[in-house]
């Protein structure tokens, strides 16, 4: 069982709105160019209040009857299912993609688990136009990352450079500033435990700083 998707009723109401169109206009768009036989409009008004979410395939369709994109109605993705859904791909592309079986796949959707090589992980990303952010968070590559840093700003963060463009799939170049800038802040972070004004609560805020170095990392990387 899937968990709902993360569905913005208040985008719902809007697009609605601005195509000048009445739930009963959704509603029997839906019926008739999507087969949703069901769906009357007190589903579209339900939808609208928060009061329920659209399954998966409720809520193409309700993008298709109101000229916008699957993501346009949509929160934040969050797994391999719910992003494939945002950009309106099916999985059989996503597996045509890929390389990866049909079957094996879909079973990466059920369980929430990406098994995929290097390879498939950047052809996934390709597919589903994933930034960096969340094809890492999709192929559970998140830990290993935060080992990566933590050893770039506690050591020589040149040293760890390579390793971690080839884990977020970004160029050297562009990482460049942000582990010399992230280097610096947790060198400054130690050499004030050092000092007799420092002491405990500098050695708290370096902790602190290692335990959210990977939310440190895409904050600075992607200008936030």
């Not at 950047?122 to 999709?138: F, K, T, V």
């Amino acid at each position: 069982m899937h968990p709902p998707l993360p569905f913005s009723a208040r985008a719902a109401r809007i697009l609605r709105e601005k195509v000048g169109m009445a739930p009963g206009h959704v509603a029997y768009g839906m019926r008739a160019s999507y087969g949703m036989s069901h769906i009357t409009p007190d589903h579209i008004t339900a939808w609208e209040r928060g009061l329920a979410v659209p399954g998966a395939h409720e809520l193409t369709a309700l993008a298709g009857a109101l000229w916008c994109a699957p993501r346009d109605l949509m929160g934040a993705p969050r797994t391999l299912r719910e992003h494939r859904i945002a950009r309106g791909i099916a999985p059989e592309d996503v597996a045509r993609a890929t390389g990866i079986p049909l079957h094996d796949y879909l079973a990466m959707e059920e369980h929430s688990r990406w098994t995929g090589g290097r390879r498939e992980s950047a052809l996934l990303g390709a597919a589903l136009e994933l930034p960096p952010r969340a094809l890492l968070s999709i192929t559970g590559g998140e830990e290993e990352l935060a080992r990566l840093l933590t050893e770039a700003v506690s050591t020589r963060w040149q040293a760890h450079i390579r390793e971690i463009a080839n884990l977020v799939s970004l160029d050297k170049k562009d990482l460049k500033s942000t582990l010399r800038a992230m280097h610096d802040e947790y060198q400054t972070l130690m050499a004030a435990t050092l000092s007799r004004a420092g002491g405990v609560d500098a050695a708290e805020n370096g902790k602190r700083y290692l335990d959210e170095i990977v939310h440190h990392f895409w904050t600075r990387l992607e200008g936030g």
